[in-house]
């Protein structure tokens, strides 16, 4: 079993759901994130930021997909997530990533279409598929915070405009979601939406800021076209609230192991929720 660019899982799963793409913040949680795909028999993008990619290792966050993936039997697409540098995507995607995102959304248009492009032909050359961004989503990103205010909704011509000229498998828009919305809801421009879902048609409209949506909104967001949506912070809050509590109570002898596992079976739990909400009926 090989590993999926993004192209491939959107074929094979159009009318059928918006796949899961979920963050992995560490390598622990890993096997229980797939295990969730495997009970559900449906197929799951594993994305990192480059900070987790270097933490855990190219090599090892690589080689330890490909086992489980051996061993579970899944559609995966190892992602990587948010990226401004251009070395790092060509080294992800060397080192087996199967998919990318150039994120110049804070550069002039022109620009990011240049450098978007230029990912492009280095990714598919290697039979890796890339997101790009038009618009901006606010919230935090890798602990730096984009303000609410500072967030612009894409607009629908320079989506179009974007995805004609660089020739991206996918492409994040701004909506209303942001980045690391635990407490709140987020507010959806749907007729945005729409627009958008109309006027872009054969890319992978991609939902960023999954954690701050409700469910409703969330199965209104894939009816209405989205084919990837991200879920990030969800898992990163669940993971620390389930080790404090057992971290709490823990002793020098307590196994490490017995201390993860609850954190690890929440993560589970998640991929399975999001997975079954991201359904299509
Ligand atoms: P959340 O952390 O808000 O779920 O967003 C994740 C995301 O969009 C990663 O790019």
């Not at 959107?10 to 796949?19: H, L, Q, S, V």
């Not at 270097?54 to 690589?62: A, C, H, K, N």
């Not at 701004?174 to 729409?194: D, P, R, V």
């Given at each position: 079993m090989?590993?999926?660019?993004?192209?491939q899982?959107?074929?094979?799963?159009?009318?059928?759901?918006?796949?899961?793409?979920?963050?992995?913040?560490?390598?622990?949680?890993?096997p229980?994130?797939?295990?969730g795909?495997?009970?559900?028999?449906?197929p799951?993008?594993?994305?990192?930021?480059?900070?987790?990619?270097?933490?855990?290792?190219?090599?090892?966050?690589?080689s330890s997909?490909?086992?489980?993936?051996?061993?579970l039997?899944?559609?995966v697409?190892?992602h990587?997530?948010?990226?401004?540098?251009?070395?790092a995507?060509?080294?992800?995607?060397d080192s087996?990533y199967?998919?990318?995102?150039y994120?110049?959304?804070?550069?002039?248009?022109?620009?990011?279409?240049k450098?978007t492009?230029?990912?492009?032909?280095?990714?598919?050359?290697?039979?890796a598929?890339v997101?790009?961004?038009?618009?901006?989503?606010?919230?935090?990103?890798?602990?730096?915070?984009v303000?609410?205010?500072?967030a612009i909704?894409?607009?629908p011509?320079d989506?179009?405009?974007?995805?004609?000229?660089t020739?991206?498998?996918?492409?994040?828009v701004?909506i209303?979601?942001?980045?690391g919305?635990y407490?709140?809801?987020?507010k959806?421009n749907?007729?945005?939406?729409?627009?958008l879902?109309?006027?872009l048609?054969?890319?992978?409209?991609v939902l960023?800021g999954?954690?701050?949506v409700?469910?409703?909104?969330?199965r209104r967001?894939?009816?209405?076209?989205?084919?990837?949506?991200?879920v990030g912070?969800?898992?990163?809050?669940?993971?620390?609230e389930?080790?404090?509590k057992?971290?709490?109570t823990?002793t020098p002898?307590t196994?490490?192991?017995?201390?993860l596992l609850?954190a690890?079976?929440?993560?589970?739990d998640?991929v399975m929720?999001?997975?079954e909400l991201?359904?299509?009926?």
């Amino acid at each position: 079993m090989m590993l999926q660019n993004l192209k491939q899982l959107f074929e094979d799963n159009e009318g059928k759901r918006a796949i899961g793409a979920f963050n992995v913040h560490c390598l622990e949680m890993l096997p229980a994130m797939l295990e969730g795909a495997k009970d559900l028999e449906a197929p799951i993008i594993l994305q990192t930021s480059l900070g987790t990619a270097e933490y855990i290792g190219f090599d090892l966050l690589v080689s330890s997909i490909e086992t489980l993936v051996e061993r579970l039997d899944v559609d995966v697409c190892l992602h990587m997530d948010h990226c401004k540098d251009i070395e790092a995507l060509k080294k992800a995607i060397d080192s087996g990533y199967t998919s990318v995102m150039y994120d110049g959304s804070s550069l002039p248009l022109d620009e990011n279409i240049k450098n978007t492009k230029f990912v492009v032909e280095y990714a598919h050359a290697n039979d890796a598929s890339v997101e790009g961004e038009v618009g901006t989503i606010g919230g935090a990103e890798e602990g730096v915070v984009v303000s609410e205010e500072d967030a612009i909704y894409t607009d629908p011509a320079d989506a179009y405009k974007f995805v004609r000229e660089t020739g991206v498998d996918a492409i994040a828009v701004a909506i209303g979601t942001t980045h690391g919305q635990y407490k709140s809801k987020a507010k959806i421009n749907f007729e945005l939406l729409e627009k958008l879902s109309s006027n872009l048609k054969g890319v992978g409209l991609v939902l960023h800021g999954g954690t701050g949506v409700s469910d409703e909104d969330m199965r209104r967001c894939v009816a209405n076209g989205m084919k990837k949506v991200n879920v990030g912070t969800e898992l990163n809050k669940s993971y620390i609230e389930e080790v404090n509590k057992t971290f709490s109570t823990a002793t020098p002898l307590t196994s490490l192991r017995k201390l993860l596992l609850p954190a690890n079976n929440r993560i589970k739990d998640i991929v399975m929720e999001k997975t079954e909400l991201f359904q299509l009926k």
